[in-house]
């Protein structure tokens, strides 16, 4: 193989199948050698001033970096791009989207424009350039519905990629943004350790519609995380659902955790379900409340 084209499969191969007219400018190729090179099918346009080497990228990685290089070297993923890369959307069936503080429009690209984006807003994720996780979260809350929102935040705090000081951060530099309010909302109801699953995003809602008392969620008692633990009441309640305990082994391990936490830390556990705490949220409520109220005397004759 030729080194000029060597070198232009070389490049290509670290931006997702893509080199710009500079990049092969820079290599020595003149104007009517990518002419030559374009009518031949080696080099496809793909965007105004960049090439697809060989084929088109199908990868969704691979299309970002061509539209990345189209917009320039400051551009990043952004919005619902950013979101599929952050894994809040599990496809790419959206068109690329890219910020920039240039005006750097491109067909078959959304390009929003912003100068007032620090370095602090991008990351480096599989090489792309992208907004951060809690930029991105503040860009697509007008898009997404509440619930969906508060899981995105929290499989994000999961995958150690968000904290709420990342998010509370984004909220307090660009406080006018229509995901502002939406987020403050979603870190009002937060707790130190994120939710697993939507039954817990569920709870907090439910806690306070029904006014039970302070508790923690996600607390780690004798070697378990707990769903709910009521410290004044020292009592563990666990949300179940069909689809996660449903076999003979998390029914064991079910029962393992609750007599373990009850014969170490003398804390008894009460178990309650999405279906009950949906379809019959008040008549679950009262019964909860009652538990309490019965543990809080107990807990107060024993001292």
Known sequence: MHRVERAIAALARRQGGHVTRGQLAALGLERHEIDYRLKRGTLILVFAGVYAVGHLPTNPIDRAYGALLACGSGAALSHRSAGSLWGIWKDWRFALEVVTAADRRRQGVIV???????????????????TSPARTLLDVAPRLPERRLVRATNELRLADRLTLGQLRDVCDRFPRSAGAAMLRSVLDRSQTEPTRSDLEDDFPPFAAAHALP??????????????????????????????????????????????????????????????????????????????????????????
């Open 214 to 303: 302070r508790y923690v969620m996600n607390r780690h008692i004798c070697g378990y995380r707990v769903d709910v633990f009521f410290p004044a009441e020292r009592l563990v309640l666990e949300i179940d659902s069909w689809k996660f305990h449903q076999s003979r082994e998390a029914f064991e391990r079910d029962r393992r955790q609750d007599a373990d936490i009850l014969e170490y830390e003398g804390i008894p556990t009460v178990r309650t379900t999405w279906t009950r705490l949906s379809r019959e949220a008040a008549r679950e409520a009262a019964r909860l409340a009652l538990i309490l109220e019965r543990r809080r005397g107990e807990l107060d004759s024993a001292a």
């Open 112 to 130: 929003h424009r912003s100068a007032s984006l620090t370095p602090a807003d991008f990351r480096t994720e599989r090489g792309l350039r992208v």
